[in-house]
């Protein structure tokens, strides 16, 4: 079975250009999860989404925004970038949370760096 | 919600030794708890997870025990190896800790 997987492994963008990272979720699972890591620190929780809809967001400006498509791939997409927003951001999925687990699978990670 | 808190943040123990993570939580509700493991370079894996309905479960080297009433539930590695050596997290209800930097000694 195929994991979460994520694209692209690494961006480097300028500041106040645009950044769209994407996920697609193990098959089965219609919850995925953004985390931003900068530095190898902790996961900072940045957008959940479940069938299609954002269920919740943490505590990121509104540059910070995303989407879910009808195969429950999704995207994160950062806009304005600023130098610290140079970080590992990883994806995970789930079952549905009436399954009975919120066992997260992570994805890789994108590297975006900000120069 | 619920807030889960790790202690400790860096933890270096030699070869063979065993080691201990711990996690505290507030939800009294929280009923499933998982553990991840982060090795460099890589996204988090699950190494092993409980439920609220036991209180100790164990994979090999490593266990992970509960106690609902103190709301706590704590990591055991034993016999470690080099190849342990990476950060540990802890999560609760959706919610992780803030990660435990393991390093073995050899």
């Known amino acids: 079975e195929a994991g979460?997987?994520?694209?692209p492994t690494h961006l480097i963008k300028t500041r106040g250009q645009q950044?769209?990272?994407?996920?697609?979720?193990i098959s089965g699972h219609t919850s995925v999860y953004w985390y931003q890591q900068a530095l190898g620190l902790g996961l900072q929780f940045l957008l959940w989404?479940?069938?299609g809809e954002e269920r919740n967001r943490g505590n990121f400006p509104p540059r910070f925004s995303?989407?879910?498509?009808?195969?429950?791939?999704?995207?994160?997409?950062v806009n304005a970038l600023e130098l610290e927003d140079s970080a590992l951001y990883l994806c995970a999925s789930s079952l549905p949370?009436?399954?009975?687990?919120?066992?997260?699978?992570?994805?890789?990670?994108t590297r975006l760096t900000v120069l | 919600g619920e807030n889960v808190e790790q202690h400790p943040s860096t933890l270096s123990v030699q070869e063979g030794d065993s080691a201990v993570i711990k996690c505290t939580y507030s939800d009294s509700a929280?009923?499933?708890f998982p553990w991840y493991k982060q090795e460099l370079g890589k996204g988090p894996q699950l190494i092993i997870d409980i439920r609220s309905n036991v209180g100790e479960k164990k994979d090999q080297r490593i266990a992970?025990?509960?106690?609902k009433t103190a709301k706590h539930f704590s990591l055991h590695i034993t016999e470690t190896q080099p190849e342990d050596s990476a950060v540990y997290f802890c999560a609760g209800e959706g919610r992780f800790g803030a990660g435990t930097r393991l390093t073995?000694?050899?």
């Open chain 1, 4 to 7: 979460v997987t994520q694209s």
């Open chain 1, 19 to 25: 950044a769209t990272l994407r996920c697609s979720p």
């Open chain 1, 49 to 51: 989404y479940d069938e």
């Open chain 1, 66 to 77: 995303g989407r879910q498509f009808p195969n429950y791939s999704s995207e994160l997409n």
């Open chain 1, 97 to 109: 949370r009436d399954r009975g687990t919120d066992t997260q699978y992570f994805g890789p990670g």
């Open chain 2, 30 to 32: 929280s009923n499933y």
């Open chain 2, 64 to 67: 992970v025990t509960l106690n």
């Open chain 2, 104 to 106: 073995v000694k050899p």
